[in-house]
């Protein structure tokens, strides 16, 4: 039995009690007769309910004769005694008649103060006897043989109708019984929903088991609760203008797609079971609908699509029970886990599954592993948003320096541009090759973007380090975390456009991005920025340019310090571009991307390193810098050198070659770089560090000499830069690489900071 708004469906059974009262209240009209004291008609309806639910059960149902309805079961039919319409006196308001095989009710039209009546479960072929009671508020028809109710379409008062189960194949015109609430038409032959259209206040309606195909008929009505299940219904339709919908049956038809309840904001219950539903694009269309809390798709073909329950708990996170179990705390935890999992869940997850392929794999030497174990395979890596112009900006990068880098290339299962080669720009392979490479644990790390796939594979990195070069790559940060969790230590600098503004301007110019995807990209260009203010000093440099000519500028000058040959720009611009965003202001985001770069701590070391500093220029003493001058660290071809004769500790050296950069060569450096002559055989800048590239107009100008500082404001400069990026420290008189504290990462790592590898070392034509 269903209730619906305070009323019981089907059939619910009040008869027994006429008996009681039958002598008192012989006929139902005759009520003229009972005392109008209010006192004892409430006790006397008191008693009424009491008996009502004592003798409900116990009554007998009898078959009435030849299925003719007499006044003997009339008066067993009757219940409910209280005030009539018009208020005139008492008398019975109900009549319950349930499976009684009537075919023939005609003398219930004598009984004319009916509100309410149930004839269910019996033979009738028709209820025109109804309509000669014209205060009906509830009738009860269903389960008969009924054919058309027409005959109840001049019940001015009908509130509720149930006319389920009979053989209805057209819904009549309702517009006389403005007052209707609830229709029940379920279990008929109803082809099309019609004659609905006046019906103002109808809140609940149901055409389940019929045959209709389209949803229409309802517009602006008030329905709350639309029950249209086992009909043939292919497309939500027409239901934009039910703006009080909290409730929607449409199971077992012939739904392919969830569209058309955009505007159905209040629906809390959506019952889609048993359609054709195949897809997770479908049920991301009820992410709008942010009341939606039960749902229900059984035996839909989505249920058999891998994480089922997940993905849709993941994209509808507002629901409290999805096919009727509830939704925990910890699906919704293992949805966001599985679906959006926080990047360095991802980026885990992913280095998990390519160590895993790659142990299974047998082991070899490799080119870019160490050294020895305190120098990292110089890496550098570009990373940034889509259309940050990386890529461009790599491969010219490689070009003009093309004794020191190769590009490592990724492999994509992306398309290739127009203006894109194979081998050149990506190996463009199928998906079916990338999922190999990944099995093969040929992989590094892998992106997803746009349905394609990216990665990088150890063979990309191997061919470049096995000619010696330093290798240069781009990708996005995702791909950066996981490449961070392997034994790589990448240099990372962020570049990408100064402003939204030009990020769009660069991706509407290159062309094919659709606007949904610029919105996209931009968005992820805030996710940088806004990483790079909470991870501050996790990239290495950060290079912002609208402009892309301005961004290679910065890069080659940057790159050119690493190397330790200069350029024609003024050491000030180098500095300036060596500071992360120090020169202008980042546009992203509120903050400065800069501003994050120096946390308070830093700040704190380096006033005391300019305490210390100022102090040993006034002749005090200067214990770190004492111990730094006093310190002369080895270049790379002195490891080499003590490896080689077993005095390095470690054997990596016989196996794999040492790169170094003959310093000799330096002198061969163009006479607009800055003091080649400056750069002793100790004093070159690295390669594996970074950050000592920007402190190398300190090292390449004989100014910097402490000696020669003379007043507090240089001194501040000049500290700055020594402190700027702690871990590397510089003398005064030439660029030292001092000894560094093992990266917790890897053993001995970032020790000793190496060249890029050069062979034979021709100066680039700059
Ligand atoms: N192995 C990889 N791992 C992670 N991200 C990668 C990898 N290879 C390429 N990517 C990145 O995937 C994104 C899409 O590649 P695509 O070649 O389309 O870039 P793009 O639009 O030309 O971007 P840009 O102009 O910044 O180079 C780029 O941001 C690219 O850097």
Known sequence: ????????????????????????????????????????????????????????????????????????????????????????????????????????????????????????????LNVECLSQLPHLIHIDVSHNELTSISQLQNIRHLQYLNASYNNISSMEDFSQNILLNTLIMDYNQINVITGLENNKRLKYFSAAHNCIEYIEGVDFLPIKTLILNHNNICQITNLDTLSMLTSLNLSSNNLRSLKGLDHNELLTILEVDDNEIIDFSEISRLKLLRNLRFLTLNRNPLLQLPDYRLAVIYRLPFLTELDRSKVTIKERVAAENCLNPPIGVSSAREHAMHTVYAVAQPQKLLHSTLVNSQTPYPMLVLVGPHASGKHQLAMHLVEELKDYFKFALSHTTRKPRDDETNGVDYHFVSLDEFESLIKQGRLLQTYEEDDALYGLTIDAVEDVAKDGFACVAHMELEGVLTLKKTHFEARLLLTMPASPFAHEKRMRDRGGYSDESIDRVLKRAHSYAEYNREHPGFFDLVICDDELADAYRRLRRVVLDYLGIGGEESPSETVSALQPGFDREYTW????????????????????????????????????????????????????????????????????????????????????????????????????????????????????????????????????????????????????????????????????????????PPVPSL
């Not at 006397?44 to 008996?51: K, R």
């Not at 067993?76 to 009684?100: C, D, M, Q, V, W």
């Not at 490891?639 to 794999?656: H, M, P, R, V």
């Not at 950069?661 to 770089?673: E, F, G, H, R």
């Open 1 to 124: 039995m269903d209730e619906i708004d305070g009323y019981i469906t089907p059939g619910s059974s009040h008869g027994g009690n006429a008996e009681k009262f039958g002598n008192e209240v012989k006929e139902n009209g005759n009520n003229d007769t009972l005392n109008n004291n209010s006192d004892e008609y409430d006790d006397d309806i008191d008693e009424e309910e009491e008996i009502d639910e004592d003798e409900d059960d116990s009554d007998e149902v009898v078959a009435v004769q030849d299925g003719i309805l007499n006044d003997d079961f009339m008066e067993k039919a009757l219940n409910h005694l209280a005030t009539t319409a018009e208020g005139s006196g008492i008398a019975y308001l109900h009549a319950t008649l349930t499976a009684l095989n009537l075919v023939d009710i005609s003398i219930i039209s004598e009984y004319k103060h009916l509100q309410k009546i149930d004839v269910s479960f019996n033979k009738l």
């Open 589 to 760: 985001g509120e903050t400065p991307m800069s501003r994050n770069s120096i946390g308070h701590l830093e700040r704190e070391s380096r006033q005391r390193r300019q305490d210390m500093a100022k102090e040993a220029v006034h002749g005090g003493k200067l214990p770190l810098y004492d111990r730094i001058a006093s310190e002369r660290a080895k270049t790379v071809p002195q490891l080499a050198t003590e490896q080689a004769s077993g005095l390095g500790g470690d054997d990596f050296g016989k196996e794999i070659r040492v790169y170094s950069a003959p310093v000799d060569n330096l002198d061969a450096l163009p006479p607009n770089s800055p003091d080649s002559s400056e750069l002793s055989s100790e004093g070159t800048s690295s390669f594996g560090d970074l950050s000592e590239a920007r402190q190398s107009d300190t090292s390449s100008r004989s100014d910097d000499n402490i000696d020669l500082i003379n007043n507090d404001e240089d001194i501040i400069e000049k500290v700055d830069r020594l402190d700027l990026y702690s871990g590397s420290h510089h003398t005064m008189s030439g660029t030292l690489p001092a000894p560094r504290p093992p990266s917790a990462g890897r053993p001995g790592s970032n020790t000793y900071p190496v060249l890029p590898p050069i062979s034979s």
